[in-house]
């Protein structure tokens, strides 16, 4: 199956600097790549997400980009904010719905 | 706007105890997933639905068993608790096989002693 790897497992970012988090994954079939944002207690929601056949999206501060050849997909977020305190997510999913989640990034943007 | 609810945000069992997870969607999704969270290790999935009466094996489904009955409906079931067992459990749903969103509920913090 596939095989998901998410570094770092904890981030700390000054207010106003970006913060990167990177995956990886194992199996090529994937072809749809969702970032999740979990706050302390609360569920977790999509944030952001992208399909294999674009290398790049963005909304507002919050990019991803995915590179296919080598099978890695990263999150961007610019001028980050406190309120971007949160776990992190990254998936892939390929044919059949199931998502198979990176270990999660803690980050943690100090005012 | 989609929303997943599961039975009890909290629930402490007994070792050796049955165990019922309930979770409901009122979105007609067709997908239906249960997840187990832990520090460290993320989310891990323990049995998925494509269909009602369908279920398929996550990663980790030993331990567990499953029933969907009704499409809104997606019961997780812990037939002898164990201590480590003890978990937050995450269901989730989503609108069809091919690579969508799935929307989560509020996760059930259960301690088995």
């Known amino acids: 199956g596939e095989n998901v790897e998410q570094h770092p497992s904890t981030l700390s970012v000054q207010e106003g600097d970006s913060a990167v988090i990177k995956c990886t994954y194992s199996?090529?079939?994937?072809?749809?790549f969702p970032w999740y944002k979990q706050e302390l207690g609360k569920r977790p929601q999509l944030i952001i997400d992208?399909?294999?056949?674009?290398g790049e999206k963005k909304d507002q501060r919050i990019a991803v980009t995915l590179n296919k050849t080598a099978k890695h997909f990263s999150l961007h977020i610019t001028e980050t904010q406190p309120e971007d305190s949160a776990v992190y997510f990254c998936a892939a999913c390929g044919t059949g719905n199931q998502f198979y989640f990176g270990t999660g990034t803690s980050l943690t943007v100090i005012p | 706007d989609v929303k997943v609810t599961q039975s009890s945000r909290y629930l402490v069992k007994r070792t050796g105890e049955k165990v019922f997870l309930e979770c409901v969607q009122d979105?007609?999704?067709?997908?239906m997933f249960w997840y187990r969270q832990d520090p460290g290790l993320g989310l891990r999935l323990i049995y998925f639905s494509y269909d009602v009466k369908m279920k398929e094996k996550g990663d980790i489904p030993e331990g567990y068993s499953v029933s969907r009955e009704k499409k809104e409906r997606f019961s997780l079931i812990l037939e002898s608790a164990s201590t480590n067992q003890t978990s937050m459990y995450l269901c989730a749903s989503s609108l069809s096989r091919w690579g969508y969103e799935q929307y989560f509920g509020p996760g059930t913090r259960l301690t088995v002693t």
């Open positions: 199996d090529s079939a994937s072809n749809y």
């Open positions: 992208i399909r294999s056949n674009v």
């Open positions: 979105m007609d999704h067709e997908n």
